[in-house]
């Protein structure tokens, strides 16, 4: 689905632009191929610049309440420097680099409901605008995949995902937002814990996997949030069964007080929290809180695996339309 416009800046006539990405999804810190095409307008036209811009929608949470926006998260100037004829119609290649911590929009083929897009900004001599917007579709690294894999072997299933915006104190983390998956828990672990929440923060030596339980409480005891990090690398070979059910014990199992100087992890200090805060969320990168639930689930699935269908929610064409509603929308805000 591509949406095409004219550049409204330059007036009626001016050229226009429709960027067509390569079919197929492409996977975080891999390449983003494509073509730009461009047709001149009713006169000749200095192209000056050919921007790709990648965008997501993202949560944020605040004093007021939660929200939603635009964050452009990554820029290439992909082409430019050459005049455009009248009516001429010239196509511009581009590959670039996803970043590494670039989310997943899809597993096993069923989109998880994240948005992201590719906005084509074309910069003409006397005007500037944003001509053209694609959906983007990104799917997972071996290991996160491989992981995903072992929590649905272990009877999870997929409750929801969604951006956050924030950062997750000490991590790696390079983008202004985060990505979690919820999963509803597998009956062995369902006394102990409402969801499981994981986090996925890939670099080019591997993955930072970041586990918070939303845990229930007890008789005379409130619920509690359990986090923990383990590290992984791209190519490592693991019983991922039998290591992420390692991982779940020792996160639902750490009853102790969640107190500032607890355990995170690999030995990293990290708070224990209620819902309704957020990771490093304005600017407190030492608030070690994350927020609720997040937006619609687009893909429910059983003991059977993460992917086994779509049940509820957004179906993916939906999700598919929905980029273009919401990024579109975006543009009208914006001018």
Request: hydrophobic share 35%; charged share 25%.
């Amino acid at each position: 689905m591509v949406f095409k416009r004219l550049l409204g800046s330059l007036g009626v006539g001016g050229p226009t632009v429709d960027t067509v990405l390569d079919p197929g999804p492409v996977r975080p810190g891999g390449t983003l191929a494509g073509q730009v095409h461009l047709k001149g307008g009713k006169a000749d036209f200095d192209i000056e610049h050919i921007t790709l811009e990648l965008i997501a929608r993202v949560e944020a949470e605040h004093a007021e309440g939660e929200s939603e926006g635009v964050v452009a998260f990554d820029r290439f100037t992909v082409g430019g420097g050459f005049r455009l004829a009248e009516g001429e119609e010239r196509s511009v290649p581009f590959r670039v680099t996803l970043p590494w911590e670039t989310p997943i929009t899809e597993l096993y083929g069923q989109a998880l409901g994240i948005v992201l897009g590719v906005r084509t900004e074309l910069s003409v001599a006397g005007g500037k605008d944003k001509g053209d917007l694609d959906p983007l579709t990104v799917g997972p690294l071996p290991a996160q995949e491989a992981i995903l894999e072992a929590f649905g072997r272990l009877g999870f299933g997929f409750r929801s995902a969604d951006l956050e915006y924030g950062r997750i104190g000490g991590t790696g983390q390079q983008l202004p937002f985060y990505q979690e998956i919820e999963l509803t828990p597998s009956p062995r672990y369902a006394h102990q814990a409402n969801e499981i929440e994981v986090t996925f923060l890939a670099n080019p030596a591997g993955l930072e996997v970041v586990l918070e339980a939303d845990k229930r409480g007890g008789l005379f005891s409130g619920g509690q949030d359990a986090l923990t990090r383990f590290t992984v690398g791209h190519q490592d070979a693991r019983d991922w069964t039998a290591e992420v059910e390692g991982w779940i014990r020792r996160l639902v199992e750490h009853r102790a007080s969640y107190g500032p100087h607890g355990a995170y992890g690999n030995g990293d200090p990290y708070a224990g929290h209620g819902h309704g805060g957020h990771y490093g969320h304005g600017g407190h990168h030492d608030d070690h809180r994350r927020s609720g639930p997040g937006m619609g689930t687009a893909v429910a699935a059983g003991a059977a695996g993460l992917a086994a269908g779509v049940v509820g929610g957004m179906v993916a064409d939906e999700v598919v339309d929905e980029v273009g509603d919401f990024f579109e929308g975006d543009e009208e805000d914006e001018g």
